[in-house]
């Protein structure tokens, strides 16, 4: 049977591809400095194994023979997934010359470790040649894939299958409509909401038990994930039975370990509840960066920034917590968490800026890709975007255009996902209580099953059996929408600020 050989051969590429994750998971929570070099090898090394397995001739034969077994099949089974999801990566793959594919990975890997450096250093030029490099790798990736209309297309579809950028385009002029008045109405407002308590001293020992209860309470499995810690707060998986999420922490304000342990935990609930029988196959992950998003988001704000959540958990912060938040009341800690003000750096930005600043990073990767713009000439253009999107300059490029991780590690084109995550957020979160009005009155109760068993039904089980499109529609019932993540933000800073 060409399928059980085409499974077999499968199930190696993703071993492959898993151990490389493992030895990138180390290089971003435990590898020293030093190790950058040889990591950047071996890592080079496995890419090397993973594209030989998937471009084989063998596998071409493989796929063609085992398309003909599940031609009879229902198109939502198992086996005939795994063989649609099988032809797309064999065709992605094979447009891809082997030696491209281990110098992006060998450079990308050292291009970590200088981007550190350069970002410690507020030092954009020390990060310059190897941004170039990347930039330049990624022509010659995208000119091997080749593009509809741009070559940002196929830089995105990359990362969310079958979305153009024409589309995210549409999506965010219709956005920027919106929020422009909102952030101005809250602009006006400002005074009405004080988060000065969040800045105090919070001991770390004390931050971290507090997530880890709150993240287990949603129902992210410790016996099955562990948390690390790293300078850039991400989430990956070697199996759906051996997730690692990862937090930093601030002693004297409680946001980013707070909160971007909850968003991770939402990123491994996901990759935790796909089928058992799907793990160990290339269908064992979440289908796209935009749907994994609108997981981590769903368990950061709407479930972890509601008032709902904080009348359940406030007290227990508060007796963790006594010199920072004694006679601290649960509503005025509640609009803390929720104050708007434009900031620098993206993942510290409350939901109503946070989408200004992905379209800034949108915009200049467009423009690098469509030659427009010189990578010398970068910090200049991004601090001038800023500037008109969220009116302020940032101080330095730390605070600025060397703040993320993403450039380093060639993720070019995956920004706009994370506003696509934003939107299908609350889609999704609709839907779940459009079938269970209850969810709420649970959360507010510390109770999540419902919610939780609905995410695991509907989209976590299924993995990458269906394109980022299907399940939206299969689930939502339409498409990536505006209009639900409009309505509400609006009804939430309406009654935050009084507007
Ligand atoms: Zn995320």
């Not at 830089?155 to 299958?161: A, C, M, N, T």
């Amino acid at each position: 049977m060409s399928l059980d050989e085409l499974k077999a051969r499968l199930s190696e590429l993703n071993n492959v591809n898993r151990a490389a994750a493992i030895l990138g998971w180390d290089q971003q929570t435990m590898m020293p400095p030093g190790g950058a070099e040889a990591r950047a090898r071996q890592l080079g090394t496995l890419s090397k194994i993973a594209h030989e397995i998937q471009t084989a001739d063998e596998t071409g034969r493989l796929i063609e023979d085992a398309k003909k077994e599940v031609a009879g099949m229902d198109y939502e089974s198992d086996d005939a997934a795994l063989v649609r999801a099988a032809e797309y990566d064999y065709e992605q793959a094979t447009k891809l010359p082997t030696d491209l594919v281990v110098a992006i990975m060998e450079t990308t890997t050292l291009a970590h470790e200088v981007w550190v450096e350069a970002r410690a250093n507020n030092d954009f030029e020390h990060f310059r040649p190897m941004l170039e490099k990347i930039f330049d790798l990624t022509h010659q990736m995208v000119e091997c894939f080749g593009y509809k209309e741009v070559p940002y297309d196929a830089l995105l579809d990359q990362y969310e299958r079958g979305m153009p950028t024409r589309e995210v385009k549409r999506l965010f002029d219709e956005l920027k409509q919106e929020l422009v008045p909102l952030v101005k109405a809250i602009a006006e407002n400002q005074d009405a909401v004080d988060d000065s308590v969040l800045h105090r001293s919070y001991p770390i020992d004390k931050q971290r038990e507090f997530g880890e209860k709150v993240v287990s309470a949603y129902g992210f499995d410790f016996k099955r994930g562990r948390q690390d810690l790293a300078v850039h707060p991400f989430c990956t998986h070697f199996s759906a039975n051996d997730v690692r999420i990862t937090t930093r922490f601030d002693p004297n304000w409680i946001n980013p370990a707070l909160f971007g342990t909850m968003h991770e935990s939402g990123h491994g609930m996901y990759e935790q509840g796909i089928a058992q029988n799907l793990d160990n196959s290339i269908l064992g992950s979440g289908t796209s960066l935009g749907v994994h998003e609108s997981q981590s988001r769903m368990w950061e704000n709407i479930v972890g920034r509601s008032r709902g959540f904080w009348g359940h958990f406030y007290p227990e912060l508060q007796a963790l917590f006594p010199d920072a938040l004694n006679g601290v009341t649960v509503d005025t800690f509640y609009k803390a968490i929720n104050k708007s003000y434009p900031s620098f750096i993206r993942v510290e930005a409350d939901e109503v800026t946070y989408n200004l600043h992905i379209m800034v990073r949108f915009e200049l990767e467009q423009a690098i890709m469509n030659g427009e713009l010189a990578i010398k000439d970068l910090p200049a253009a991004w601090n001038a975007k800023f500037e008109d999107y969220l009116g302020i300059v940032p101080p330095n490029d730390a605070q600025g255009v060397l703040q993320d991780v993403h450039w380093s590690s060639g993720l070019i084109g995956y920004f706009p996902t994370y506003s696509l995550g934003n939107l299908l957020s609350v889609q999704f979160y609709d839907k779940a209580v459009q079938e269970h009005p209850e969810i709420p009155n649970e959360i507010a109760r510390g109770k999540f099953d419902t919610l939780l068993n609905w995410l695991r039904v509907n989209i976590h089980q299924h993995g990458r059996k269906f394109t980022p499109q299907e399940l939206v529609q299969h689930v939502t019932g339409t498409s990536i929408q505006t209009g639900p993540f409009m309505r509400y933000l609006t009804e939430k800073y309406t009654d935050i600020y009084n507007l």
